[in-house]
């Protein structure tokens, strides 16, 4: 199931026509300059033409009652009830028509894996072995940033970056997960573009500051939940700026696969519902390619698009 968190006051993109069959990778709407926190919020469950239907007609076309938010919705198991009539329901909707906000946005922790693609091992920051354990840094909760709202980076950052990620959401409290049985404590799946000030990086020798400013999380375009990503180890990742492909890879080329990602995590802290993981990048950054040409300039268009999941979309705008 694909379920999106939408504002209630929808937002008409100048692509609203939308009437293809999106198989949950194709069509998106123009980036928008709204800011995701201009609108309280709903969700909506989509099906694979790009169909929605809201929460309040879904409680009013099967008297179930559900939860008032996106989160409680997946962690408290409706996705299974209302899937079993899902294909009985009305979806009057295009999902292109509602403005997209960030899918999760009750999250105690955002973590972030980094040298996690084995293809980055051409890469001399990377170092002469792939890591064992899960190198990880924090994000704040505030950088996320809806599948198509802009990109927006003050004017003194130099060496704006983009790093295409799978991204997952934990669905229950868990400690010391075994490792084939990590896929169970899976929400779902979702794209989300890593944005990083390069230069900022830099200067603290570490990562949170430069990845952390306002709107450099954008996500989405929506949750899949874990049933319909049978191997979430096995997805296509690709990354475009201006139509340029930037980052063409795989998550079979993850060093440390979801499952182990999972029970690594889990070993040294506990893991709660809500909680996301952003399960790293592969080669293909400005960085990466250690070329100054290659980072983001006002005006680019950044697409990062992952296999069974969708496309996010987003302007980059640098402001004083």
């Known amino acids: 199931m694909r379920i999106a968190r939408v504002a209630k006051g929808s937002i008409e993109s100048k692509e609203s026509a939308l009437t293809e069959d999106i198989d949950a ?4 709407p123009e980036v928008t300059n709204k800011s995701s926190e201009l609108y309280s919020d ?13 929460a309040d007609e879904i409680e009013s076309q099967t008297d179930i009652r559900i939860p008032p938010t996106l989160e ?8 299974d009830r209302i899937g079993k009539v899902l294909d009985r329901l009305d979806l009057t909707h295009k999902i292109f028509n509602f403005h997209l906000l960030p899918p999760i946005t009750r999250s105690f922790k955002i973590i972030c894996l980094a040298f996690n693609y084995k293809d980055q091992d051409t890469w001399l920051r990377f170092g002469k072995f792939p890591p064992k354990d899960p190198v990880i840094y924090m994000k704040a909760r505030t950088s996320l940033t809806g599948a198509f709202d802009d990109i927006i980076c003050p004017s003194s950052v130099k060496q704006l970056d983009y790093e295409g ?13 075994e490792i084939n049985r990590a896929l169970e404590y899976i929400g779902g799946y979702f794209v989300l573009n890593d944005i990083s000030a390069r230069d900022v990086q830099f200067i603290d020798k570490q990562y949170s500051r430069a990845k952390s400013f306002d709107s450099f999380g954008p996500c989405g375009p929506w949750i899949v939940t874990r049933d319909e990503i049978p191997d979430p180890n096995d997805l296509q990742l690709i990354t475009k700026v201006n139509d340029e492909v930037r980052q063409c890879s795989s998550t079979s080329k993850l060093v440390l696969n ?21 399960t790293g990048t592969p080669t293909g950054t ?24 969708g496309k996010i979309r987003n302007k980059v705008k640098f402001v004083n």
């Open 258 to 278: 979801i499952e182990k990602i999972v029970n690594s995590l889990s070993s040294v802290m506990t893991l709660e519902a809500g909680d996301i993981i952003s």
């Open 25 to 28: 990778n194709r069509g998106s």
């Open 72 to 79: 409680d919705f997946i962690f408290e198991g409706y996705s």
């Open 286 to 309: 400005a960085l990466s390619m250690s070329s100054h040409l290659k980072y983001l300039q006002h005006g680019d268009i950044v697409e990062v698009e992952v296999e069974g999941i």
């Open 165 to 177: 990620e799978l991204a997952l959401v934990i669905d229950r409290k868990c400690r010391d997960v």
């Open 42 to 54: 709903t969700y909506a469950i989509v099906n694979k033409n790009g169909d929605a239907i809201t």
